[in-house]
């Protein structure tokens, strides 16, 4: 039995910089094989439980293991609409592949590698196969964004025969996934492709169109829609609350990286979309979203760039790999650091004011506390600061639905298990329910939401 799994090539470091092009570059047919046969085909299948959606994870890697990767692809998208983007996105080593009895003595099974290889085989092979759309229902449903979460519940529930409007408020559909991820990570052409499988399975998208401006839930709900699901996410920057924040030049993550991804900006000089490309930059936070305008800004241009967490790097809520490859690219790690003040000079960020920090007893998440240090205080010379910190919940949804409960931080408040909101007929779920989570845990919820919904509507009607 192979311990270490089948390596999968990269761009290199040194080219990938200067270039947006993808850097993992996938498994061939030949290595897909390879890794697949790895798999013990365990009789309680771990890795299913560590799924969201419940994929049939040992069914359709035994399908690669025999050469058929139609039949994988087949079997993946009776549970996932999204695998191509699944495969590239989701956490896996939290996941599915934490549970991987091969974990044990060596590395885990590639489970995540696989379901990207099969979605793109498939793709390339020009072999997508939209199943045949059941006898309407007459029911019709609106889910507000276009993300994990509401991709997910529309696909299934016009799977199930309800017609299904998609709202989103800005021009391309994929929320997140389009104006959030690079396309280093996530090319937009993965993202469109599988949008469109949705709309040929019957959903319709309405682009450009904002809920709780345009029309209100209750709009939604008075002119023949029967259900709604919110799936709007958390897109509400979080800034540190620190002196210099409003001069030219600081971005929120979620501002700088919609510039470069859905306004392009990284296509310059095609597309010359307004954002300051820094010689020096600073971006500050640990996760995902940290990494990825970290890595923006390198291939945008600047110099140097920190990555300015308060904590140490075991306490980075960022992938393992992503983190590694933001080191390989050369972004240079300010860690138990956090920023005070920020510096300007005629309106422009010239430097950023930091303490050192230690580390104390753990708080209420469960890692350990980031204590100032007196008297360490530095300057880092930066002429553009990023504030990747986390996200809040946008006010617009909720101050606009009379009876919609949320809880304190502003949340709408859920079931869980069902995704059923305080509104009869309104369902919810993915971030704007949980708070910033993952691609797969939105889509769970969305799943969850969908049965849940079907059962409202059948019964009502």
Not at 131 to 149: L, M
Not at 326 to 335: D, P, R
Request: aromatic residues 6%; charged residues 25%.
């Amino acid at each position: 039995m192979m311990l270490q799994r089948v390596k999968m090539a990269e761009q290199d470091p040194k080219v990938r910089i200067t270039n947006f092009d993808e850097v993992a570059l996938g498994y061939t047919p030949e290595q897909a094989v390879q890794e697949a046969k790895r798999c013990l085909q365990c009789k309680k299948f771990p890795c299913v439980q560590g799924c969201p959606v419940e994929v049939d994870i040992p069914a359709f890697i035994q399908f690669i293991a025999e050469g058929d990767f139609i039949g994988a692809i087949r079997k993946i998208k009776e549970k996932n609409y999204l695998p191509a983007i699944c495969g590239r996105v989701c956490p896996q080593e939290d996941q599915c592949e934490k549970l991987c009895a091969l974990g044990k003595k060596g590395e885990p099974l590639a489970i995540g590698r696989l379901e990207r290889f099969a979605a793109d085989y498939e793709r390339a092979q020009g072999m997508v196969e939209i199943p045949p759309r059941p006898k309407s229902t007459g029911e019709r449903v609106a889910v507000i964004g276009s993300g994990p979460a509401g991709l997910t519940v529309a696909g299934d529930l016009a799977q199930l025969g309800h017609e299904v409007t998609i709202f989103e408020g800005l021009h391309k559909a994929g929320g997140v996934l389009v104006y959030g991820i690079p396309e280093f990570r996530l090319p937009k052409a993965i993202v469109q492709a599988e949008v469109e499988y949705l709309q040929k399975l019957g959903v319709e998208i309405r682009t450009s169109t904002v809920i709780g401006k345009l029309f209100t839930i209750d709009d939604l709900l008075n002119n023949r829609y029967d259900a709604v699901f919110i799936g709007t996410g958390a897109g509400l920057p979080l800034f540190l609350g620190i002196p210099g924040e409003n001069l030219n030049g600081v971005y929120s993550a979620n501002e700088f990286l919609t510039r470069s991804n859905l306004m392009k900006a990284y296509l310059f000089p095609e597309y010359d979309t307004p954002i300051k490309r820094g010689e020096k930059v600073a971006v500050v936070g640990g996760g995902n979203v940290a990494m990825d305008a970290a890595r923006t800004a390198l291939r945008l241009g600047a110099e140097d760039v920190y990555l300015v967490y308060r904590r140490s790097e075991a306490e980075m809520p960022a992938r393992v790999e992503e983190i590694e490859r933001a080191k390989e690219e050369g972004v240079i790690f300010k860690l138990l650091t956090n920023p005070t003040k920020i510096l300007g000079k005629d309106g422009w960020v010239c430097g950023m004011e930091c303490l050192k920090m230690e580390l104390g007893e753990p708080d209420e998440s469960g890692r350990r506390r980031p204590v100032p240090i007196k008297g360490s205080e530095f300057v880092i010379d930066v002429d553009v600061v990023v504030i990747a910190i986390g996200t809040g919940v946008n006010p617009l949804i909720p101050k606009s639905t009379p009876g919609l409960k949320l809880n304190k931080r502003g949340y709408i408040i859920a079931d869980e298990e069902t995704g059923r909101t305080s509104r009869e007929g309104v369902y919810a779920g993915g971030d704007i329910v949980t708070g910033a989570a993952t691609v797969i845990l939105a889509m769970g919820a969305g799943r969850k939401a969908a049965t849940a919904i079907d059962e409202y509507l059948r019964n009502k009607s």
